[in-house]
C-alpha cells in the first residue's frame, strides 16, 4: 500500500513537474490562477457602476465611494499602505481652467482684409493655463502633419523655419508609421511645434476624418482642460512658449489655404501619400486667449503594496493601475445623465482587484513587491498616472514595470489579445508564455488610427522611461459572423463615453476573468525574474525615455 501511496505522490509531482516545465508557468501560479472568479468581477463592477456612484467624477462623492471601496477591498487581502504618510491615499492637486469665449477672438488676415470668425463654430481656443491673458499675431505656415520624426525617416519641419509663426497642422500622423509612434506623435504635436521655436498652434482634420469636429467637440472642449501642479503651484504638461492654441473647422483650414502656392487639396494628397510637406500660407492670424481659473479639485489616487518576499529584490516594484474615475453627471441622453463608466474603467478596477487577491492568495508573496494604484483624474488626461509616475511613493527607479487595464473589452471571448507595450521591451517574453499557457493568440493592432497606445494611464509610466504594457482584447470573437473590430468601433460610436456604458451591457465574465489571469500570471512572471525588465536595443521609447528611469 505505502508502496502505491508513494508512487501515487511521485506520478503527481511528475505530472506537476512537466506541466511546469512545457508552460514555463510555476505550478503555485497555476494554481492560483485557477481560482478566479467571474462572479466577483461582475460584483465589483455592478458596485463601481451604480448610479449611487454618480459617475465618479474626480471631487465629486462618487469618486470618493469609488475611492474608499478599492482602499477597504485591498486592506481587506491584507495589502499595506503605499500612499503619503502611512495611508492608502496619494493627493493628487488638479485644476481646471476655460477660455473666456467673449473676451477671446480668432481673426485671419490677408491683403483684402481681416475676418474675424465665429467661436464654437469655426474654431475654438484652448486654454492656455501659463497665460491669463495671451495676444499672438504672426505668418501662418502649414507643416503637414507637424511631426519631425528624422529617426522615422519623417520630418515636416526640415526645410523651413517657424520662429516667432504660427503653425497649421493636420490631426493624426503618417499611416506609414508603427502603430505606437503614430499614436505618440499623434499627440505630441504642441511639444514638437514649441520646440522649433514656434508661439501659436492650429490644429484641423482631413476631410476624410469624421472624428472630432468641431461641430461634436465643442461642448466637451468648452468646459475646458485639467492639469496637475506641481508644489510650487505650477501646472505640469503645458508649453509656455506657445501663446495660442486652436482647433479648426474643415471651411476655416481651407480658408487659411486661399492666399497659398500650394491648394489644399494638395496638401491634403500629400499627407494621405505620408509625404512631408511645409510652406507659407502667406496669410496671418490674431489669437487673444482669456483663460479663467475656474476650479480646484482635490484629486486622489488609492496605492495599495503587497510586499516582495526576497530580501533584496522586495525593493524593486511592479505597479498595476487602472483608473477609477469617469465622467459624472452629465447631458441627459435617451433619459439618463448619469454616466456610470461600467466599462470604462470600472472594468479594470474590478479586474485588478481580482488579480491583487491571486496575489494575495500565493502560499508565498512574490520575490518583487506588487504596488495597486487606482488613479485619478484619466479623463481628464492621465492626471492621476502622471502625477503617482512623476512623483511616486516608492523610489522612482525601483519601479521596474507597469501593467495598465482600461476597457479591456470583454464582450466575446477573450481568444486573442493586442498587448500594446510589449514589443518594446523584454515584458513580451512574460506575456507571451502567459498568452501561450491560457491558450489566447498575440494579434496586432487592428485599429492603428485610434492612437490607443497613447490614451490610457501606462503611458505616463512609458513617460518616465519605466517599461509598460496595456491588453486589450483582439478581434477574433469564436463567432464568423461577428466582427470583433466592428464590435470595438460601433461601441465606440454609440457607447462610449455616454450614459449608456453601464452594467446592463452584454459582458462576457468569463472573458474578464481570463484578463485576470492574464495580468496576474505576467506579472508574476516579472516578479519572479532574476533580472528586472529592460527595454529592447535600440526601442523608439526606450531611446527616448529609458534614461529617466535610471535618474
Known sequence: MRFFISLSILLNLAVVSLSMAQSGIPAEAQAVARTVRPAAIRAAMRFLADDALEGRKPGK?????????METQLEALGMQPAGENNTYRQEVPLRRWQVREKNSSLTVVTDAG??????????????????????????????GYGISAPELGYDDYATIDVKGKIVAYVNGAPSSFPSNQRAYYSSSKAEIAANHGAIGVMAFNLPSDL?????????RARQGIYRWLDKRGKPQRT?????????LSDSTARLLFAKAETPFSDAVTAALKNQPQAFPLNVSVKMRTFTDAVEDVAGQNVVAVL?????????????????????GIGRLVNGDSIYNGAHDNASGVAINLETARLFASLPKAPRRSIIFVGVTGEEMGLLGSDYFASNPTVPKEKIVANFCLDMPFFFHPLLDIVPYGAEHSSLKKETELAASFLGIQISPDPIPEQTVF????????????????????????????LDGTKLNLDWRATIYHSPQDDINQPFDFKAAAKHVQLQFLIGYLTAQANSRPSWNKGDFFGTKFGTKAEN
Request: aromatic share 10%.
Open 454 to 481: 497613447m490614451r490610457s494611464d501606462h503611458f505616463s509610466f512609458v513617460r518616465q522611461g519605466i517599461p509598460a504594457i496595456y491588453i486589450k482584447s483582439g478581434s477574433q470573437t469564436g463567432n464568423p459572423k
Open 61 to 69: 462623492r462618487g469618486f470618493a465611494l469609488a475611492a474608499l471601496y
Open 307 to 327: 510586499p516582495g518576499s526576497d530580501p533584496a529584490l522586495k525593493n524593486e516594484y511592479i505597479v498595476y493601475v487602472a483608473h477609477l474615475d469617469h465622467l
Open 239 to 247: 508649453f509656455p512658449a506657445l501663446k495660442g492654441s486652436a482647433s
Open 211 to 219: 472624428r472630432n469636429r468641431i461641430e461634436t467637440s465643442a461642448p
Open 114 to 143: 481681416e475676418q474675424t470668425l465665429v467661436y464654437g463654430k469655426q474654431f475654438i481656443l484652448n486654454p492656455n493655463p501659463d497665460h491669463s491673458t495671451s495676444d499672438v499675431s504672426a505668418p501662418v505656415v502649414f507643416v
